[in-house]
């Protein structure tokens, strides 16, 4: 009788996906945009290029102490929804309703119109069509990819593994160009303005944008319902893959700073660009300008992919309309989901008002994380006495760390920014009386 009550998608997941596809997720979920815009920022708070290099690599070192914490939860815990789940198993429903409300229902959707619209940006300038054009680029690109999706989890890592091999290609002319431009110049790039000292709060407030270009890292936990031998694949893919991303971003930013220097990568708003400019002229910049298209397509992919499973197991769960929790039984692919997570980033992306909603959204997004991993020590202490596939090094050092810096940096936005990062409070707090609707609405406690 309890069975006929529970809902059930009409399929399941199949585990398609090998570490090669599973760490080409990892890196075309963190690499978009952000490292051939984020540097300049970085730079303009600073007072060095030595400085930039050592916030990159605290940034990639704290990314890689959560990255580990996500391979263990995702090794435990197997399955489509991610943190969603391990909210749901360790705090109860509304947790992981305010996840879901706010990761797949805003910032997913959110954050895909706003990288389609920068992918559309790029495309439209390399073959020359005028303005007009952009919204309805970004729109073909996000249709293009919800179709490919459509036909399972396969067609659409197919279509991720050859964009980020393109973008790992974009990053390594931007790492040989910035070397060729150096011509012993490093030096002079990395020694501190004595002039121009940078306070410490301010400096501690560079670590901002960089985190921000670091996150994505969770996009494989959405998917670990359709990862091969997932307890010993989801370790190893996140751990290579993350540490190949923090890799490509110190070794951009060192090229940024060789050839542009730190005044110029400062004062630079496209540095990508102006760095293959010095180099081969305007024709340099379009190259890189493919390039970033590549990028920011491959994004797009795997957010839309990673948010519509967080979508179907909330339909599934009983937490969103049922219909969205169906698994097509021919191609196992969420259809529904993809469409409607589709469907809401174009409206997004016609709205233009996606740049609001991914400012109101990044506390949430970085809150979620520090909560995702705060389930770790529910999980160690629930289930001590049963062997784990893979244990976090460092246990409790690398959670704690995690967890505390995020808050900090979470306090500091709020400091920096309150207006943002109370509208992002303010989101998920909306989400509270949405569940209680919702609980009541199926005739179940809120509670």
Known sequence: MVAAMTTEPSATYVRRLGIWDAAMIVIGGVIGAGIFRTPATVAERTGSGAQVLVLWAIGGLLTLAGVLCYAELGARRPQAGGPYIYLREAFGKLPAFLFGWTMALINYPGSVAAVATT???????????????VKPVAVGAIAFIVGVNLFGIRAGALVQNIFTVLKLLAIALLVVVGLVLARGHLGLALAPDVAHPVPPMAFLGALLPVLFAY???????????????PQRTLPRALGMGMAGVVACYVLVNFAYLAGLGHAGLASSHAPAADLMRRLFGERGATVIAVGIACSTFGYCNIAIAGGARVLQTMGADGMFFSAVGRIEPRTRAPQIALAVLGLWAIVLTLSGTF????????????????FAIATLFWYR???FDQPAPYRVPLYPLLPLLFVCVVLGVIVATAIHTPRDAGMSLLIIALGVPVYALWRWRQGRPAA
Do not use: M
């Open 119 to 133: 992918f559309a940006d790029y495309f439209c300038a390399v073959i020359g069509l005028p303005l007009p054009y």
């Open 215 to 229: 996150g994505g890292f969770h996009y494989l936990n959405d998917l670990a319902g359709e990862v091969r031998d």
């Open 355 to 370: 740049g609001q909603l991914l400012d109101y959204t990044t506390v949430g997004e970085w809150l979620a994380h520090a």
């Open 381 to 383: 202490r629930k289930f």
